[in-house]
């Protein structure tokens, strides 16, 4: 394995040292845009954790309609998490992103349920939220709000929930998990 000495990260290093291939994999966990991911592994050496991360914002911003689209049909819809035999570490970080949401509150989950159909209804595609630090009466008053958005506007904060929950996915990557 090559050092990088401008950097003391195992896990940068690990990524700047992986061939082009495998960090295109492991990027399309956190992302499921081919672009996205050919992108950040093209501008490897990354010189720090932090200029990485900021690259893949920034290339997030990027995102076409097509791929939002294509990337939201990885995520389940919030309050229903991917089944536990579901395999893949994509299906395993949905699970814990979620951890917020709890399962065994009737009302909530009913709310929840109704709050996806309108949303789809209404925009076309699933409801995504950055879920990670979040509670469900957190992510409920969040799908509510954004429910009075105009097409483009919520498109807008689509596009920035996915890349934040990328670049959330992308730093578990970076150590290890």
């Known amino acids: 394995m090559h050092v990088h000495p401008a950097t003391e990260d195992s896990g940068l290093d690990a990524f700047n040292d992986l061939p082009a291939g495998a960090a295109e994999a492991r990027l399309l966990e956190c992302l499921a845009v081919p672009r996205w991911a050919r992108t950040l592994a093209a501008g490897r050496p990354y010189p720090s954790r932090p200029a990485l991360l900021d690259a893949a914002g920034a290339a997030g911003a990027d995102l076409t309609d097509d ?69 469900g009466p957190e992510i409920l008053e969040a799908l509510n709000a954004r429910l009075l958005h105009d097409y ?7 596009r ?18």
């Open 160 to 177: 920035r929930e996915l890349t934040e929950i990328a670049v959330l996915r992308l730093e578990k990557v970076l150590a290890g998990g």
């Open 152 to 158: 483009t506007q919520e498109l807008a904060v689509v």
């Open 67 to 135: 791929e939002v689209d294509d990337a939201l049909a990885r995520h389940p819809r919030i309050g229903e998490r991917p089944a536990a035999a579901q395999p893949g570490r994509e299906a395993g970080w949905s699970r814990s992103e979620q951890g917020g949401v709890d399962a065994d509150d009737p009302v909530l989950a009913m709310a929840l349920r109704a709050g996806n159909a309108e949303y789809e209804e209404t925009f076309g595609r699933v409801f995504l939220i950055r879920a990670a630090g979040r509670s």
